[in-house]
């Protein structure tokens, strides 16, 4: 009963937090953190141009290949050490999250072209 109470508790967290960010702009508790964390590692841009050029060859998509390439050694050399329940068990994991990645891109593809004006189904404006 103790862990229902729990589950119970922290799941209306976590539904009061995904609510709180449908608060309008620039108020409320999201923005100012927002805002804090935006200037406390962004300050810099402006006077180091080392920091800039740092920050923006981190932002390339070769440099995001190259993180998701050590992620998958990580991932291997821990799957190597699996026995076979484990090496089933990771597969799955990595299965789900790929599905996962793919299924948040679709939804952010989706969004996105919705916010501009394009809707998703019926792209052609002369029909």
Not at 6 to 28: K, Q, V
Not at 68 to 97: H, N, P
Not at 104 to 110: I, R, S
Request: one cysteine or more; hydrophobic letters at 55%; charged letters at 15%.
């Amino acid at each position: 009963m103790n862990h229902l109470k729990r589950i119970f508790i922290l799941n209306a967290i976590g539904i009061a937090l995904f609510l709180s960010w449908y608060l309008p702009g620039n108020s409320g508790f999201w923005f100012e953190l927002d805002k804090g964390v935006f200037f406390f590692f962004n300050h810099l841009l402006g006077e180091s141009t080392t920091f800039l050029y740092l920050v923006a060859f981190t932002n390339l998509r070769p440099f995001d290949v190259v993180a998701f390439l050590f992620m998958l050694g990580i991932f291997y050399s821990y799957y190597r050490k699996q026995d076979l329940k484990g090496k089933r068990w990771m597969l799955a994991m990595g299965a789900t999250m790929l599905v996962s990645a793919v299924i948040a891109k679709q939804f952010d593809l989706f969004f996105s072209n919705f916010a501009h004006g394009k809707h998703p189904v019926c792209l052609d404006k002369s029909a």
